[in-house]
Every structure is written in structure tokens, then in C-alpha cells.
């Protein structure tokens, strides 16, 4: 028996039933942890290159707050900052960290929405369900670059916190200033992680104030508000008030000093009202368009319009409950606390960015992260609207079964309709590896050639061969930067790739510039996927140790989405097995005058594989005799 004492005998007595539902209930956040597992890659992407420099300054001792509070674009992250800082020292740097951080933020979320859920609509079955479509919804892997873009952390924070907020602003025992210092904690990280996390306190403050005063949750509504108002004003005011410059490299264009994005180009896109406009709908909309296999941007205004409508109507039919059923009214308050925050960071979203950003870009999977909340309001509302038909017809026996039937229906529907995207986000997570594997590869030789084109780097390589120095000299770049050219500072297999993986397949001269083009494919399996990268080496009499002259550039396409809504930084199309070279074509210009002077010289393609630090050899190999004629000859297998 659990003693009195033991604090964990509440869950001790959690009957195994309970502990089956929560793992089923959680399932979609156990397949996306295997998939972040199978799929997270140990390097920067984008602003995230930037954390250089802050690294640079804790391992020097010089960091201050004022570094941790300097605004990154529009938004001060300083406790993402903070968990790179920790990562930094108890796991050497390792990305990976900060990518599990986002799962466990995504599962705060999902272990939030559930609780509140119990809370307002009562626990059992249909609650469960709902839980789990919220959790296909939280833990999609459409959200690709939200799960293994390791700065995204800072994206997910706040919506996290905003989730908690409310849930421990209506905890129905608690004390007003109980509650009232968790829900402010939450909100000050969540502010202090992105912009999204600003409007948590009108979302809180209005919850709070429009509760029932005799209800559970609403006793000390007043005290908290004030309080509230309080907190909110000093966070707020510091927010926009203290150095609210551009602090970081990347800003749209934005120079260190100047005024930040949404400062400088909010006239300009309150002014194009039409494009903001739809940007602000797209936000909206893209939960639903993105469940389908089409082109999500025609729809999304119209779907973004749909979803703000289905929010007026769940605010009036709450209104309409207000006077008939002041239970309904409370257990509903936080769900439409939950979606009119997301409604006002999607239009703050628009003011700030759609005047720099494509029209695309509001459905991205970024700002999937937020808007997938918005539907848990309509599902409140549906369930307690079912649940209020079902009382009604409690002694009706067909018109009860009917009800019922039509709710296995639609939920069923809707969790079927996950299949699509998950499947499709799946994928994309593959591809990011691959993209990101390409880009280890390159960045360890960043010192010696210039990448091309800079989407395999996910960064403009000037700043990239300015931070991974700065990486390496603190030990947190994965792999480091390379000593030599030497071929043989990497495994490397004694045979060639067969046909069916890779050839050299051509060595073109290119006019009369002397220069030569050369071709070919290389891809590797387990699983299937371009060579992270394509060696070419060099070899003489004289040195004999094949020494790395190029990186070839691989001759793909963007993945075929329109507007490069998904864009994966990666040269790439769908494999053909009867057609190889139709997505992991390479190709590299060498030029004979730069190489050493003695004649005959062997020119070698080499595919290399990251994950393994090995390099295979591709056939033929290409000689370049004194008479300055080149000959493609077989290798030996």
C-alpha cells in the first residue's frame, strides 16, 4: 500500500486502464519522437548559425543580459538563447538537444490541450478522442522544419506556454495569486521566447475578466486582473521600450542599428491592406488546406475566412450560453481564449511580415504551428453542443444511438484525414536529413571551396565561412572543419559503386577555355538518397595520395511544390530507379592549368557518405595525359 506520505501515490492508484489511454491517446507524439529520432541532424540552418556568437561571448566570460535580451528580428529570445547556452555546455553543442527540446515543448502542448479538455468537457471517451485528433494535429511531422530546425524551439516555446497559461489560470482550486504568478511565469517565457508569446496576456486578461464570478476559476477575478494589467504593462513596456533595434545578423535586410522588420515596414503593409489581408487568411487557413494533396495557396484566403467565421459563431453561440447556461459559458471561455489569441498573433504575423514575405509563405508549416490551435475551439464547441443534444434525448433510445453514430462518424473522419499529411510531412522529414547531411558534408570544407547554391547550406556561405570557424574553435561543429585535403583523413572502400548507385559518366572540354566539365550520379541506400557529396581528387606519380581538388555540385531540381512552400535547401526530385540520374546528377569544372604540372594526372569521383565518414569510388576514372588529352578508363572492381 502507498503511504499517505508519497507523493506519487495519486499515480500509483491510476488504475492500468488510465495509463493505457494516456499512451494511446499520445500515440501521434510517440511516432513523431521516432521520427525526429531517425531524422535530426547536427547542424545550424539559417539565423540558427548565428548562435556563433553568443557562444563565442559565454566562452569568453563576456555575456550579458543585454546580449540575451537583444531583439532577433522582431522578437527577443532569450530563453531559447539561454537553452543553447545549456546545450552548449552539457552536451558539447549537440543540435540535436535543442531539436528534442521542440518535442518536449510539442508535448507540453499536447499534455496541456488534454488536461484543459478533461477539465471543461468532462473526462471520458469522446474527450479522449478529441485529445488524440488534437495530438495528429500538434505532433504532425508536416511541421518538418518546426520539429528539426533546432531554433524553432523559439516558434513552439510560446504556444506552449500560452496552452499552460490558461490552464493554470482556471485551476478551479487555487488561490487568485496562486494562479495568477504560474500564468504570468508562462507568459513572461513565452514572451521571451518569440513575439507569439505577447499576446498571451490579452488572452489571459479577457478570460479572466468575462469568468463567472461564482464559478470555479473566477473567484479573484478582480485582483488578478489588475494584477495582470500590472505584470503585463512592465513586460510589455520593456519589450518595445529598451534598444528595440536590430541586434542580429539576419533581419530582412535589416542593418545591426536600424529599426527592426515589423517598425519598418508595418506602414507599408497596413497600406497594401489586400495582401495583408490574405496573408492574415492564409495563417488561418492553412490547417485545413494543408490536409489535402493540392496547392495550398488558392484556397487558403477562402478557407482563412471560413475558420474567422467559425470563430464568430462559437463566440456567439458561447455569448447565447452565457445567459442560458453559465456552466457552458466558463467551461468554454478558454477555448475561445485559446483561439482568439491565435487569431490575433496570425494578424500581428500579417502586419509584421507580409509586406517582406511571398503570399506562400503564410501556409507554411512554421505558421502551422500556430494556427492548428484555432480548431480546438470549434471541437469544444461541437462536443459540448453534441453533449447537450445527447441529455436531450436521453430517453429516446433511437435518436441517441443516432447521435452517437453520427459522432464516430465525424471523428473517425477526421482522424482519417491525417493520412495524407502525415504520410506527406514524413517525407519532407526525410528530405531535410538529406538536405542537411549535404550540408555537413560542405561546411567541413567551407575554408577551402564555396558551396553551391546556397540552399544545400541553408545560409548565405559568406556568413556560414564566417560562424563554422567560430563553431569549430569551441568544439560544437559536427563534423569539423577539415586540416587538410587529404583523401585519406576519410574511410574510403577499395571498390567502385556499381552502375546502378554511380558513374563518372562524362569529361567535356568547355569551349576553348581549356577547362573541362565533368558529369555523373551517385546515390547512396539505406535509405536511398543522394551522396551528401561528390569528391573529386587528384593523384600523380609524384603524389601518389589522392588530394581533394572539388566539391561537385549536384544538378537536380527544388522539390516540385509550387512557390517552394516546402522548401527543403536541396537539390532533389523523387527517385527513379530506371532513370538514377534524374535527381542526384552532379557535375564539376576542373580546370588542368591549376592542377600540379606532371603528366600523367588521375582524376577520381568519389561518392561520400556523411553518416559513415566514407568515401566510395566512382567508375572510370579519368587520366589527363601530357600530350593534354583526357581518357576515361574503367577501374577495376
Request: overall charge positive.
Amino acid at each position: 500500500m502507498a503511504s499517505a506520505n508519497d507523493p506519487f501515490s495519486s499515480f500509483k492508484r491510476l488504475p492500468w486502464t488510465a495509463w493505457l489511454r494516456f499512451v494511446l491517446v499520445f500515440a501521434p507524439a510517440w511516432v513523431l519522437l521516432a521520427l525526429v529520432t531517425q531524422n535530426a541532424t547536427n547542424i545550424p540552418v539559417w539565423d540558427g548559425w548565428e548562435r556563433a556568437l553568443l557562444l563565442q561571448k559565454w566562452d569568453a566570460g563576456s555575456l550579458t543580459f543585454s546580449d540575451l535580451y537583444a531583439p532577433h528580428i522582431d522578437h527577443r529570445i532569450v530563453f531559447p538563447r539561454l537553452l543553447s547556452l545549456l546545450v552548449a555546455e552539457v552536451a558539447q553543442g549537440d543540435l540535436k538537444w535543442e531539436i528534442g527540446a521542440s518535442w518536449l515543448f510539442g508535448f507540453g502542448a499536447g499534455l496541456g490541450i488534454w488536461m484543459l479538455a478533461r477539465r471543461t468537457l468532462g473526462p471520458g471517451l469522446w474527450t479522449s478522442g478529441i485529445a488524440f485528433l488534437a495530438n495528429l494535429w500538434i505532433f504532425s511531422p508536416l511541421q518538418y522544419d518546426n520539429w528539426l530546425w533546432p531554433i524553432q524551439t523559439a516558434y513552439l516555446l510560446p504556444m506552449t506556454c500560452l496552452v499552460w497559461a490558461l490552464v493554470a489560470a482556471t485551476h478551479p482550486r487555487w488561490h487568485w495569486g496562486l494562479r495568477c504568478g504560474i500564468a504570468a511565469a508562462l507568459a513572461i517565457v513565452g514572451t521571451h521566447s518569440f513575439s507569439h508569446g505577447l499576446f498571451i496576456w490579452p488572452a489571459v486578461f479577457f478570460l479572466v475578466l468575462l469568468m463567472p464570478k461564482g464559478e470555479p476559476g473566477g473567484a479573484g477575478k478582480w485582483a488578478f486582473a489588475l494584477t495582470w494589467l500590472a505584470i503585463a504593462a512592465v513586460i510589455v513596456g520593456c519589450y518595445f521600450g529598451i534598444d528595440y533595434k536590430v541586434a542580429t545578423e539576419y533581419s530582412y535586410s535589416q542593418q545591426k542599428g536600424e529599426a527592426t522588420p515589423m517598425v519598418a515596414f508595418w506602414k507599408e503593409a497596413v497600406a497594401d491592406s489586400g495582401r495583408m489581408w490574405e496573408f492574415f487568411l492564409g495563417i488561418l487557413g492553412g490547417p485545413l488546406v494543408r490536409q489535402f494533396s493540392v496547392d495550398p495557396l488558392p484556397p487558403a484566403k477562402w478557407a482563412g475566412l471560413a475558420s474567422l467565421v467559425g470563430y464568430a459563431i462559437c463566440g456567439l453561440w458561447a455569448l447565447w450560453q452565457a445567459r442560458r447556461n453559465p456552466e457552458t459559458w466558463r467551461r468554454i471561455l478558454p477555448w475561445l481564449a485559446l483561439g482568439g489569441a491565435v487569431i490575433a498573433i496570425a494578424f500581428g504575423a500579417s502586419v509584421g511580415r507580409s509586406a517582406i514575405l511571398a503570399g506562400a509563405r503564410a501556409v507554411v508549416p512554421r505558421f502551422l504551428s500556430i494556427s492548428l490551435y484555432l480548431p480546438f475551439t470549434f471541437l469544444a464547441v461541437i462536443l459540448l453542443q453534441w453533449k447537450s443534444v445527447r441529455e436531450k434525448t436521453s430517453e429516446t433510445a433511437i435518436l441517441r444511438t443516432r447521435t452517437t453514430t453520427f459522432g464516430f462518424v465525424f471523428l473517425g473522419m477526421l482522424i482519417a484525414l491525417q493520412a495524407q499529411p502525415w504520410l506527406y510531412g514524413a517525407k519532407l522529414m526525410q528530405i531535410w536529413r538529406i538536405s542537411r547531411l549535404q550540408a555537413q558534408a560542405r561546411v567541413q570544407f567551407i575554408e577551402q571551396f564555396q558551396p553551391d547554391p546556397s540552399r544545400v547550406l541553408a545560409y548565405t556561405w559568406p556568413e556560414v565561412q564566417r560562424f563554422a570557424p567560430i563553431l569549430d574553435e569551441l568544439g560544437t561543429l559536427d563534423p569539423p572543419l577539415v586540416d587538410s585535403l587529404a583523401l585519406d583523413q576519410f574511410s574510403t572502400s577499395n571498390k567502385t559503386l556499381p552502375v546502378s548507385k554511380g558513374r563518372f559518366q562524362s569529361a567535356e572540354p568547355i569551349g576553348d577555355s581549356g577547362k573541362l566539365e565533368l558529369k555523373g550520379y551517385a546515390i547512396m541506400r539505406h535509405p536511398s538518397r543522394p551522396a551528401d557529396a561528390v569528391f573529386v581528387t587528384v593523384e600523380s606519380d609524384g603524389e601518389p595520395a589522392p588530394q581533394i581538388i572539388g566539391i561537385a555540385d549536384f544538378d537536380g531540381a527544388l522539390l516540385p511544390t509550387r512557390y517552394r512552400i516546402d522548401l527543403q535547401f536541396s537539390a532533389m526530385l523523387e527517385l527513379l530507379e530506371s532513370d538514377p540520374g534524374s535527381w542526384m546528377r552532379w557535375r564539376q569544372v576542373i580546370d588542368p592549368a591549376t592542377l600540379p604540372s606532371g603528366r600523367p594526372l588521375t582524376i577520381r569521383i568519389w561518392a561520400y557518405d556523411q553518416t559513415k565518414r566514407k568515401a566510395y569510388p566512382l567508375a572510370p576514372r579519368l587520366i589527363l595525359n601530357a600530350d593534354g588529352t583526357a581518357t576515361l578508363v574503367e577501374l577495376e572492381t
